[in-house]
């Protein structure tokens, strides 16, 4: 288990667009791993993008209680609806706010064999999605609040 420090609010590093990864390799998968085990790790999380972690790679994962995705290269490819959700960072503790998803996205994406993979997500998986795929860019949720919540 290697656990890695995750990056806070004050961090460039967040600011910035992550690069693609073209090589799926022994490498990429013990990143992916290392986030995985730093996400479950932490109290409230549920996705990790590798910025977070301070690496300027296309990689997620996530685990909302159905089981746990490894995302490389994601990119939303479809969205349909909107829904009014409240979202918090690990990057931004103890900060809460409400803002405009889209109800159902659909993802494309490699998995961690390199295989082409295509994912629906809709409500809390839907948000977690954009949330963490919004990283990628160096967008923060933040960006988007409508309304705090503390």
Same mark, same amino acid.
């Given at each position: 288990?290697?656990?890695?420090?995750?990056?806070?609010?004050?961090?460039?590093?967040?600011?910035?667009?992550?690069?693609?990864?073209?090589?799926?390799?022994?490498?990429?998968?013990?990143?992916?791993?290392?986030? *995985?085990?730093?996400?479950?790790?932490?109290? %409230? /999380?549920?996705?990790?993008?590798?910025?977070?972690? #301070?690496? @300027?790679? =296309?990689?997620?994962?996530?685990?909302?209680?159905?089981?746990?995705?490894?995302?490389?290269?994601?990119?939303?490819?479809?969205?349909?609806?909107?829904?009014?959700?409240?979202?918090?960072?690990?990057?931004?503790?103890?900060?809460?706010?409400?803002?405009?998803?889209?109800?159902? *996205?659909?993802?494309?994406?490699?998995?961690? %064999? /390199?295989?082409?993979?295509?994912?629906?997500?809709? #409500?809390? @998986?839907? =948000?977690?999605?954009?949330?963490?795929?919004?990283?990628?860019?160096?967008?923060?949720?933040?960006?988007?609040?409508?309304?705090?919540?503390?």
């Amino acid at each position: 288990m290697a656990l890695r420090q995750i990056r806070l609010f004050d961090d460039e590093i967040l600011r910035k667009k992550s690069k693609e990864v073209d090589l799926v390799d022994e490498k990429v998968r013990q990143i992916l791993n290392d986030m *995985v085990d730093t996400m479950y790790n932490t109290k %409230n /999380g549920g996705g990790l993008a590798a910025p977070q972690v #301070g690496i @300027l790679k =296309k990689l997620v994962v996530i685990d909302l209680g159905d089981g746990l995705i490894k995302l490389i290269n994601p990119k939303i490819i479809r969205q349909e609806g909107i829904q009014e959700v409240i979202e918090g960072c690990l990057s931004i503790p103890n900060k809460w706010g409400k803002l405009i998803r889209p109800a159902k *996205v659909i993802v494309q994406a490699l998995n961690e %064999n /390199g295989e082409e993979i295509i994912l629906e997500g809709t #409500g809390d @998986l839907a =948000k977690c999605l954009c949330h963490e795929i919004d990283h990628l860019e160096g967008i923060l949720f933040t960006d988007l609040v409508t309304e705090y919540i503390n």
